[in-house]
């Protein structure tokens, strides 16, 4: 049997960095069950918050094939496709891989198996077209599946904010986010992104029911009380054909309790996690946790676990003293859960035993946002968030973030050059650029991932935060950019510079007046607009009335239209002259003589 | 290629070859390195099997082999996670009825 210093079990963002320390210092394996290394980075569109040593404004896809070819120039074994089934006694692992069970032995041992997603029980939940949101990530991010045409996603954390996102570039329908408590679960920035694309997140509100025969058509929501009974009469129906469950995510401990690991149950990591210490050792002291495992908390702190449990390894296997490294990481993993978000977690670990010192956020009061006359960014980025991803974008010193990650970016105007290229870095997108000078118009410029990409000239509609229309614009100039978030600028009336935050096409919707010619009330109300009011003229230039069914159906709906448009009353309007036939009939009804 | 996305904004699909396999006897579009699940989510079908107490259509749920809702009969082989499965030339694919047979 085959014997490593270090056998690895999860090839994911924790499973990965510790396999990237590991690699120079000792014998080391890692397995997978999947064909990659990446675990769910592997499906992230998006960039991730962080700073410089930690990936940030990279995407998550991009982060995972980064990890995969520093790992691979390593003398590391990755076995993928490799299912570990059990943890045997005498340090054994077993596994499966092509049909075929295999073991292997190790002196210490990772578990990095991560998460899975959590269920949420409501009539029909079994049912075709409920996924778990994960599972839409796989199907559209990695094969390029479309999951369905109309979605639902229940839970406002990051990964449905996040989900909600990245089906909408996917040119998709998202119907709703529906989330049971009073406010919204994730990222300010996040929620953001999702808000002014007109995507509705219902708050304190539930799933009660999917509906459909074999598979989704439908869901039924309610409303629901403080503690979250559903308030009957609330319901309401929404068409879908796909929910998304997005509830959270739970330690999958099954391993870590095979390898004689205390688990314990700690709400706020998750559920049941392997009890370990800050170095990541559980109560067995050749058995490492890291990642989701071991709390559920972001790729970010997965991959410093990861390296925290490699450090110990390489200590504890070749006696070398990395006690300065081990503590830097130690003290990175304290200002990544420093923030105000990851109070949960600091809460949980100090159950068992961890106790991180919770670092002031020092709060700057912000710069004005504004000056007139010169094109500069706008931020709006108030949260506490482990990110400085625009601080290592500009190279003007115009923002500031400081030495703790968590603290809000503050500008500086007057050192803004307008290169825009923190708009591009931000992972929320919540950078923006302006220039505001004597006319009456104004310059913003909107960051943009989605397809078409506008073009200059281009009439497009700007729409504000909740995805709202406010004003027709013009698209000035689009500046593409390699990491596929790309800036519209676009002239807008001043008034509106604030309140515009996303550009749409036109979205062309009309109701239809006539089904035989199939005419809209916009395409009668351009005519009647240009100064036509005639129903005679009207039918000539549109159509209406003028099909197969001589206008029963669609002459009073036209007509009611110019009433409505003109002011004059349907009984002063002249309704057109009816001539015969008044039903389809035949050309040949009307021969005479000898048919042939 | 219904159902698969050709142009997204960030992301680029190249897929491989094409390869022949069947569900329920009926050829299906297939390109290696998909998995089963998803070859037959790009055909439109989500049934995936009956549930072997109450007959209860069941389909993908996690996609990633943790819940085995998505268990098929495959080449034969009942119980098989179709969502771990890649696609093979010529494989047979069958929806599961109760708990599968080993044919």
Known sequence: MKEYDAVVIGGGPAGMAAAEVLGDQVKTLILDENDMLGGQLVKQTHKFFGDHAHYASTRGFEIANKFIDKIEKKPVDILTSSTVIGIYPQNTVAYVKDGHEDQVKYKKLIIATGAMERQLPFINSDLPGVYGAGAVQT?????????????????????????AYQLAQTGVEVRAIVEALDKIGGYEVHANKAKRLGIPIFLKHTIIKAIGDESVQGAVIAEVDDKFNVIAGTEKEIVADTICISVGLMPITELAEQAKCKIVYIPELGGYVPVHDERMRTTNPDVFVAGDLSSIEEATTAMIEGKLAAMQIVEDVKKTDLEKEISNEIKT???????????????????????????????FSPLPNSENGKLHAIIECTEEIPCNSCELACKFDAIKVGENINTPPVFDPLKCTGCAVCVTACPGLAIFMEKLDESPNATLGIPYEFLPLPKSNEKMWGMDRDGNYVCDLTVKRVVKNSNKTHIVYVELPKEFVDVVRHVTYPQKESPFVCRCEEITVDQIEKVIDSGITDFEEIKRITRVTMGPCGGKNCKMITLGIISRKTGIPISKLSHGTSRPPVKPVEFSAFLRGDKK | MEGRILDHPILNFTRKKRVKIFFEGNEIEAYEGETVAVALHAAGIKVLRYTPINGRPAGLFCAVGKCSSCLMEIDGMPNVRSCMTKVKAGMQIRRQHEKGELV
């Open chain 1, 333 to 363: 993993l304290a200002i990544f859960r420093s923030g105000p978000k990851s109070l949960k977690i600091r809460s949980g670990l100090e159950k068992m035993g961890i106790v991180t010192p919770q670092i002031e956020v020092p709060k």
């Open chain 1, 139 to 163: 199907l559209m991010n990695q094969y390029g599946i479309f999951p369905g045409k109309r979605f639902l996603i229940i839970g406002s954390g990051n990964i449905g904010l996040i989900l």
